[in-house]
């Protein structure tokens, strides 16, 4: 039987250090509450996902979160970059016996339970799935095998991520689908009207 794994990574929830591009239109508390709700919508559109999953933390593990132990395996990023912190996280579930993994973030609002059960599913017939962002960057990218050079000499969060991602599969001439576009919550230009009450 397969074994499907996915990584969620998160930051901690403190002032001043999530959203912070938005927080410079909206305020750190504002910013906070905001990321709040995003954490909230990662883990309403995960927790029924009949696959492994693991919450990475970005600055150390809360026993005492929404996320429940019973149903999250929790862990701590690792790298001194996103690059290497996604390719030491990927490394450690193939490393635990998972034949597809697939990265998520916090920040995509758009995303739903459908689109992640469907990039599973791409799985079984390709090498990489890939969900691409407005922005430039990828809410979701998903993999059968660990590939560190996806995760090296990349400019994080700009807008080379995805055209240089994309570019490298080919290279490669690997399989692999793309999902829908969708939006990340960067800013208060990308807040969906669903948050908006939070700032008002």
Same mark, same amino acid.
């Given at each position: 039987? /397969?074994?499907?794994? +996915?990584?969620?990574?998160?930051?901690?929830?403190?002032?001043?250090?999530?959203? *912070?591009?938005?927080?410079?239109?909206?305020?750190?508390?504002?910013?906070?509450?905001?990321?709040?709700?995003?954490?909230?919508? *990662?883990?309403t559109i995960t927790q029924h996902l009949m696959v492994d999953k693991f919450v990475f933390y970005g600055d150390f593990i809360n026993g005492e979160d929404l996320w429940p132990c019973n149903i999250y395996q929790k862990q701590l990023q690792h790298g001194t970059d996103l690059g290497e912190r996604m390719k030491n996280a990927f490394e450690l579930v193939f490393? #635990?016996?998972?034949?597809?993994?697939?990265?998520?973030?916090?920040?995509?609002?758009?995303?739903? /339970?459908?689109?992640?059960?469907?990039?599973?599913?791409?799985? !079984?017939?390709?090498? $990489?799935?890939?969900?691409?962002?407005?922005?430039?960057?990828?809410? !979701?990218?998903?993999?059968?095998?660990? +590939?560190?050079?996806?995760? =090296?000499?990349?400019?994080?969060?700009?807008?080379?991520?995805?055209?240089? /991602?994309?570019?490298?599969?080919?290279?490669?001439? !690997?399989?692999?689908?793309?999902?829908?576009? @969708?939006?990340?919550?960067?800013? =208060?230009? *990308? #807040?969906?009207? $669903? @948050?908006?009450?939070?700032?008002?």
């Amino acid at each position: 039987m /397969t074994k499907n794994a +996915l990584i969620i990574f998160i930051k901690n929830p403190i002032e001043g250090q999530v959203k *912070t591009r938005l927080a410079k239109s909206i305020g750190n508390t504002a910013a906070v509450a905001v990321y709040k709700q995003l954490l909230q919508h *990662t883990f309403t559109i995960t927790q029924h996902l009949m696959v492994d999953k693991f919450v990475f933390y970005g600055d150390f593990i809360n026993g005492e979160d929404l996320w429940p132990c019973n149903i999250y395996q929790k862990q701590l990023q690792h790298g001194t970059d996103l690059g290497e912190r996604m390719k030491n996280a990927f490394e450690l579930v193939f490393n #635990l016996g998972y034949d597809k993994a697939i990265i998520i973030g916090s920040d995509c609002y758009e995303l739903t /339970t459908q689109i992640l059960e469907e990039a599973f599913d791409e799985l !079984l017939i390709n090498d $990489a799935v890939i969900g691409p962002c407005n922005d430039g960057g990828y809410y !979701l990218f998903g993999m059968k095998q660990l +590939l560190p050079e996806f995760f =090296e000499n990349i400019n994080w969060s700009t807008e080379e991520v995805l055209p240089k /991602t994309v570019k490298m599969l080919k290279d490669l001439q !690997l399989q692999f689908e793309m999902l829908p576009m @969708l939006n990340d919550v960067d800013d =208060e230009a *990308t #807040l969906p009207e $669903a @948050l908006k009450s939070i700032i008002n």
